[in-house]
């Protein structure tokens, strides 16, 4: 753990000691459960540091997170970031939406094991919920890791920021021509690209990219189209 404490002095993270627990017995969980279901292909236990928890943490350099943020995690698979970003930061209070119910199974063990509080688990596909009442709008931030081109993913995620809110994917590589290309959606549903903050992660030479949305107009009611429009035919 010496060495994801030393990489989180460099973001200005620091964890207790309960929190390094936590973090402790997150990985175990993983791995054990990633016996018997598919949730990582890294496991490796620095790997698993540098690739799944200080990826999800390095949020903090385009985002204050040391507030009481409503934050939802579209297509959290086995909890990243959503989980992590909990762990090091207690007030977020975090939504986790993933389409597959064995995947929301283990992230609701890992809840009750890991004694988390103001974060629950939502089953279904972003497209359903980004058109729910008691989701749509209604989040100060919107994080995803998932993979999927930037046009697809802002459809998913834009219509659940609230305006003046944050939608903040996690792109790995160089961005800039995805995001040129996304650009006319994301005005389209209702944002605006502030910034993208690219880095290498951790002490590696994997190059990342942090897009940095603002919503500053409500997201029409059109969108999100119905499920698997978005993937199929990106705005």
Known sequence: MSKFE???????VHLNEKQLCQFQMYYEMLIETNKVMNL?????????????????????????????????????????????????FPELKIVLLD?????????????????????ETIHGRAEDFGRNPKYREQFDLC???????????????????????????????KVQEELEGAKRAVTMLGGNVKDCLSYNLADTDM????????????????YPRKAGKPSKEPL
């Open 6 to 12: 030393n990489v989180l002095e460099k973001l200005n």
């Open 207 to 222: 190059e990342r990219s942090l897009v940095i949305i603002e919503k500053i107009k409500p997201t029409k009611k059109a």
């Open 40 to 88: 990582t292909a890294i496991t490796e236990y620095d790997e698993v540091v540098d690739k799944h928890f200080v990826d999800s943490l390095s949020l903090i350099q385009a985002i204050d997170l040391n507030q009481p943020l409503k934050v939802i995690d579209v297509g959290t698979g086995a909890g990243f970031p959503g989980i992590p970003l909990k762990i090091a």
């Open 99 to 119: 389409s597959l119910n064995k995947r929301i199974n283990f992230l609701n063990r890992v809840i009750e094991a890991l004694e988390l509080t103001d974060i």
């Open 143 to 173: 994080v995803s890791r998932a993979v999927a081109n930037l046009s697809t993913l802002s459809e998913y995620c834009i219509p659940f920021v609230q305006i003046g809110g944050h939608f903040v994917p996690y792109k790995s590589g």
